[in-house]
């Protein structure tokens, strides 16, 4: 029993020994995929033209954070707690009803914000370009389409349900000539004299006239609604983190 008893004893150590040491394997690893990142966007820059070095220094150090932010961020999740979901939690779609009055459904669309990713390019496909302008059906595009769609939803109902497209220096050029033929996005960009940073933003939520001045900057969840016949302007240089902004442009904490 006691051989056994020394047994168990060293094996705890080595575990705890062993952990240790794999911890510092992932720091040092990490560290690694940072300083390798680094010079990777170090080499891309030094590719740059002298008249856009300063924009892309700036997309590219955002970048550089968010990967940063990544790496530090660790597992949150409590799987014990993980459970089924209730009975009734989940309802089929042939199970819902259908709303017939267009007024209710307007009422609806009118707290609706479309955002889509759009920073990616087609370099995997063969294609030059952002994927969302390959060309997929009678020589339209993904945003042809998805512009469509929103102009068919809003012409239908009488709202005016935005589209907000979050571009890269990659894809901006290319995508703001795709959006030169609809006249009616470019009233909506009106409302941004600046793209806000996003980069540590969790959740947004726009109601109403809302108008964004020059380097504004959201974290954690932001909430900003104006009321019916109100504007709201954010100041530029705004930091809001965990804020809820109402229409008389009270902010409260979140």
């Known amino acids: 029993m006691a051989q056994r008893h020394v047994s168990v004893g060293c094996f705890s150590t080595f575990s705890e020994a062993e952990a240790k040491s794999s911890e510092e394997w992932k720091t040092s690893t990490k560290l690694e ?43 949150t999740v409590d799987w014990s707690k993980i459970e089924p979901l209730p009975e009734g939690a989940i309802r089929s779609y042939k199970s819902l009803g259908t709303v017939s009055e ?51 939803l809003n012409k239908t109902y009488g709202v005016d ?12 050029e290319d995508t703001q000539k795709v959006l030169k033929k609809y006249a009616n996005v470019k009233d909506y960009l009106g409302r941004f004299n600046g793209i806000p940073d996003l980069l540590e933003l969790d959740h947004l939520t726009v109601s109403g006239d809302v108008w964004f001045g020059k380097d504004v900057s959201l974290k954690g969840t932001v909430i900003i609604i104006a009321n019916h016949g109100d504007r709201i302007d954010i100041p530029p240089g705004s930091i809001l983190e965990n804020k809820i902004v109402s229409g008389n442009l009270r902010i409260l904490e979140h």
């Open 33 to 75: 995929a940072l300083g390798t990142m680094e010079g990777e966007l170090a080499h891309l820059l030094s590719t740059c033209k002298p008249d856009k070095l300063a924009h892309n220094k700036t997309e590219l150090s955002g970048f550089r954070n968010l990967f940063a932010r990544f790496l530090r961020a660790k597992p």
């Open 102 to 152: 267009k007024e209710l459904i307007a009422a609806q669309l009118r707290k609706l914000v479309v955002v889509k990713l759009n920073g990616g390019l087609g370099t995997s496909m063969g294609c030059k370009g952002p994927k969302s302008v390959i060309s997929v059906r009678n020589d339209l595009t993904f945003l042809d389409l998805t512009m469509q769609q929103i102009q068919t």
């Open 161 to 172: 349900v935005p589209l907000v497209l979050m571009n890269s220096f990659n894809t901006n």
